[in-house]
């Protein structure tokens, strides 16, 4: 398979990890048990944003980039997107870790592992053993946002290109 564009169908066999948050894993030293995603049958009936990073607790990641996922969390939403998802290449204890220490403690923002970053190698976007930073719109299962950054900063990935899409 090769890089995702519009139009093109989200692929089978897709899945991620994940500690699925629930109230008696919402404190950051709590750990839950991994489950996997079956993205592929989960976005055949849904909207979904998925935004790729390099890695959890990073300075642009952290700093730049999922911030402003978070900050505009509710406008995703009321732009219709049913799951916003964040992978990386981290396991999925530090990947739930991370979406605690940034105050999220429900189902509202995803922070998925894309183990091995075997979703991102499949369609060729990675950074050496990492995922790259990318971001995905994904419509009933067709994609009709796909970008990869073309370099270190987060533009065609950001919210708010996404926003546009949406």
Known sequence: MGALKAGDSFPEGVT???????PETSDVLTCGVPTQFDASAEFKSKKVVIVSVPGAFT???????????????????????DLV???????PFVMSAWGKANGIKDDSLLFMSDNEAAFS????????PRTARYALVVDHGKVVYAEKEPGREVSVSGVDAVLSKL
């Not at 190698?121 to 050496?128: D, E, K, V």
Request: glycine share 8%.
């Open 16 to 22: 991620f990890t994940y500690v699925k948050p629930t």
């Open 85 to 91: 998802i964040c992978i990386a290449y981290n396991d």
């Open 59 to 81: 300075p642009t990641c952290q700093n730049t980039h999922i911030t402003g996922y978070l900050s505009k969390l509710q406008d995703l939403k009321a732009k219709g997107a």
């Open 121 to 128: 190698n499949s369609i060729g976007w990675t950074m050496g």
